[in-house]
């Protein structure tokens, strides 16, 4: 029969083979979606993630809402407030008290000059005017700019800036910290007055040289009220409001190297000029009013805070440079004040340095009587503690607030002679190179060496390699060593042996002696004893560099001095015990002493420099009833001398020199002392060793008589003359370690402080005391040690300027120098000059 259509039952039920369906239950979150099968069911509806970015949003709303609710808009005599940095002296008791309320003076608005607001909005902060506290424009750019690699720089608003001054309690660097202060500085924003915000700003803002707020550096840059200011000088200030170690011109070299005065200078007067082309574009100067301002405004000396006149400043500086480059704490910080910090200097030593010095200038330096020749006249000084290292006092200069280079630290003024010492250490540790054996095996084959070796003491000595050759430099010239005085020692012979020749600074014999040591080993031995291999130190290819052609600094004297006062041990000089904030101790100076020489050497030297001051060169430094060891030191062309000198207990170096103290004038020179002082010529065994004497019997008042140790036999004699056999009818006679002197000049003898052993041994050729028929030739050569064809007496390099080197809180110059001849003369040297130096 024919199929009909199949007709739905009439109740509505499924039909056969179909499925039921179910009605679907609504959810609030309709994910994974009903109604949807396979992947469909995991895509979001966008009614879902519309719901999800609303959500998000307002969730961020709300906490943004809630956290600007909570912050409470800084009190603004509160971020007036900066906290001391507290300096103690060695005893415990306070120094000084410098930081924040120390050099601030608060302002009003109307006081503060438009110039220095419209300088400070055209640098930092352009849409301050309109701003709410926060430039989210600016946070992108500076983001977008550090992404790609370019100069960081921030995107703060000067809003932003003046809360960060205001909360000086965290300073940290965390996401916290960095949320609190963009709320704080969108309410501040709208809520504090414009006005008000430039204020606090400009009034607790850190300016560099000590100074916060704007009151206080219109005093320490340009010696004037903050309303005086024209918009030259704002302009300058607010170049340093980026990064006063970086932007003062002054120059902050004892922080980074790379801070020093020229780098400074550059960096400031670029942003200067830029900051007024700014204020142009922005409408807030004319150019007109811009066209007057081609000049770099002149500055005010650095140390501007009279709290840190006189020597405070000077140890203040040497104590901040160590914090910086010896602790964690960073410039920033320490600027934020709060620290309590523990030096070592004794202030009585301190005061008695200073007073030593200042009688011998009283008394000696009279610029209106002798302006040619008593201008520019500069000491340095520093004791150091041998069995520590601790920096017991500095002498710096005149006052911290006149004089801005500290003296004791760096100067690049040559040490002459007191190198000397170095040299007989490397002769004693090392041993000279053996001439008699093959020249490859020559420094496995080295000669212990002891004082009693003998060496040539004759004027204008033909120098010599260590295998007998002549001593040339490039050009092939040759080096003629002359003698202070063009004085000979002991003719016919002309032997003398090391102590008398460091008795009687003979230049010829240590000259040879660093030469048969090896210069690379006399300059290893400086080092080890505590001084830096710096710039200065170029000249250990030359023979004068055993005359002290480089220059490191009087704590650094001081210290290498104390190694041999401590029979060996080395410590660095330091100048901060430990440093402390609310109570708790965050540094501690850690005691890193090493031995940088055996007792047996050490203390020979030290033997040896005792005879210098009982009847040598050091004479007017002796210390009745003291035991002192110490060498005098004079620099050719007589541009520098010194003393340094130590008992058990104390090491103390003192430097004297003439510079011009200008220090804008980019070309200062060391200049000649001839005539300085009344005296034909400067010694170091004059006024340094006056100064030494002077202080140091005030210093060791009281102090317990300690005695050197009695050094140990040490290495054997080289240069020794052939002793003859006695026949069967001659009475063998007694050996003789030194033949009978017949000085040109007869030198004094005395009796050396104790013996070594004196092994005979043959005079060979070779030997350094055998004599060099061409070492007396007359052609070439000079009074100073030159070489042959050098009629200006100096010596070839090394070269260097005037201006020192790079310091690191514990001193050390840094500048090449040229020849050197040591000198002498006493403290009232004669008109024929002397030769006790």
Request: charged letters at 25%.
């Amino acid at each position: 029969m024919g199929g009909g259509r199949r007709r739905p039952p009439a109740d509505g039920g499924a039909g056969r083979g179909r499925a039921r369906a179910y009605p679907v239950k609504k959810r609030f979150i309709d994910y994974p979606r009903a109604g949807r099968s396979g992947a469909r069911r995991w895509i979001p509806s966008w009614r879902l993630v519309a719901s999800l970015i609303v959500g998000f949003f307002g969730s961020l709303l709300a906490v943004a809402g809630i956290a600007y609710a909570l912050v409470e808009v800084p009190n603004v005599a509160d971020a007036a407030k900066a906290q001391n940095n507290v300096y103690y002296w060695a005893d415990g008791s306070q120094m000084v008290a410098t930081g924040g309320e120390t050099n601030r003076q608060i302002i009003k608005y109307e006081d503060i000059p438009e110039a220095m607001r419209n300088a400070v909005i055209s640098a930092e902060n352009k849409t301050f005017e309109k701003d709410k506290g926060v430039d989210p424009m600016g946070i992108a750019r500076a983001m977008v700019n550090m992404a790609k690699g370019g100069q960081t720089q921030g995107g703060s608003t000067i809003t932003q800036q003046y809360v960060k001054n205001a909360r000086l309690d965290d300073q940290s660097q965390t996401f916290s910290r960095k949320f609190k202060e963009l709320f704080i500085s969108i309410k501040v924003g709208r809520t504090v007055p414009k006005e008000e915000i430039m204020a606090g700003y400009l009034n607790t803002a850190y300016y560099g040289r000590n100074a916060y707020g704007i009151q206080a550096a219109a005093r320490a840059y340009f010696g004037k009220d903050a309303q005086d200011l024209d918009p030259s000088q704002c302009a300058l200030l607010a170049t340093v409001l980026k990064g006063a170690t970086y932007y003062d011109p002054a120059g902050y070299p004892e922080i980074d190297p790379a801070a020093n005065q020229k780098a400074n200078s550059e960096r400031a007067k670029k942003r200067w000029a830029w900051i007024l082309d700014e204020e142009v574009k922005d409408g807030r100067m004319e150019a007109s009013e811009r066209e007057k301002y081609t000049e770099f405004p002149k500055l005010e000396n650095p140390r501007s805070n009279v709290k840190l006149s006189g020597q405070i400043g000077y140890l203040v500086s040497l104590a901040k440079a160590y914090i910086i480059n010896n602790t964690n704490i960073t410039s920033q910080q320490l600027e934020q004040g709060g620290y309590e910090i523990h030096t070592t200097f004794d202030k009585k030593k301190v005061t008695k340095l200073e007073k030593a010095v200042q009688k011998v200038r009283k008394e000696n330096i009279k610029p209106k009587l002798r302006p040619e020749k008593d201008t520019h006249v500069q000491f340095g000084g520093a004791s150091v503690n041998p069995k520590t290292g601790a920096i017991e006092a500095i002498y710096g200069g005149e006052d911290a607030t006149k004089h801005f280079t500290n003296n004791a630290d760096t100067t690049g003024a040559q040490v002459g002679s007191t190198y000397k010492p170095f040299v007989l250490a490397a002769a004693f540790k090392n041993g000279i190179r053996d001439k008699t054996g093959p020249a490859e095996q020559s420094d496995a084959q080295r000669i212990i060496i002891n004082p009693k070796s003998l060496y040539s003491g004759k004027n204008k000595l033909k120098i010599k390699n260590y295998d007998g050759t002549v001593w040339t430099d490039k050009d092939g010239k040759e080096w003629l060593q002359a003698n202070d005085g063009q004085q000979s020692y002991n003719p016919p012979s002309y032997r003398i042996d090391l102590r008398e020749a460091m008795r009687e600074s003979v230049n010829s014999a240590y000259v040879q002696l660093g030469m048969d040591v090896g210069l690379d080993k006399v300059k290893a031995a400086a080092i080890d004893a505590g001084l830096k291999d710096d710039d200065s130190m170029a000249g250990a290819t030359y023979p004068s560099f055993s005359l002290g052609t480089s220059s490191p600094s009087a704590i650094r004297m001081a210290g290498a001095y104390a190694t041999f006062a401590a029979s060996g041990k080395q410590n660095d000089p330091f100048s901060v015990k430990e440093v402390e904030k609310e109570g708790d101790s965050i540094y501690r100076h850690p005691t890193k002493t090493k031995v940088a020489f055996s007792p047996e050497v050490a203390d020979n030297v030290t033997d040896v420099l005792r005879t210098v001051v009982e009847d040598g060169t050091g004479k007017s430094a002796r210390l009745p009833g003291r035991q002192v060891a110490g060498k005098t030191g004079t620099t050719d062309g007589n541009k520098s001398a010194w003393f340094v000198g130590y008992t058990p207990q104390l090491s103390t170096a003192i430097s004297m020199y003439r510079m011009d103290d200008d220090e804008s004038n980019k070309k200062r020179q060391f200049l000649e002392m001839f005539g300085t002082g009344g005296q034909q010529k400067i010694h170091g065994a004059s006024f340094p060793a006056e100064i030494w004497h002077d202080y140091m019997s005030q210093a060791l008042k009281g102090e317990p008589v300690l005695t050197f140790p009695t050094p140990e036999p040490i290495g054997r004699v080289v240069g020794q003359p052939v002793v003859p056999k006695p026949t069967q009818t001659e009475e063998e006679p007694e050996p003789s370690t030194t033949p009978t002197p017949t000085p040109t000049k007869s030198p004094s003898k005395t009796p050396t402080p104790s013996d070594s052993p004196d092994p005979t041994e043959t005079c060979k050729e070779s030997d350094p005391a055998c004599g060099d028929d061409d070492g007396g030739a007359t052609d070439g050569g000079n009074d100073n040690g030159g070489v042959i064809g050098d009629p200006g007496g100096e010596t070839p390099p090394p070269t260097g300027d005037a201006n020192g080197g790079n310091g690191n809180g514990n001193g050390n110059g840094s500048n090449g120098g040229n020849g050197h001849s040591d000198n002498g003369g006493g403290i009232f040297a004669g008109p024929t000059g002397g030769d006790d130096d």
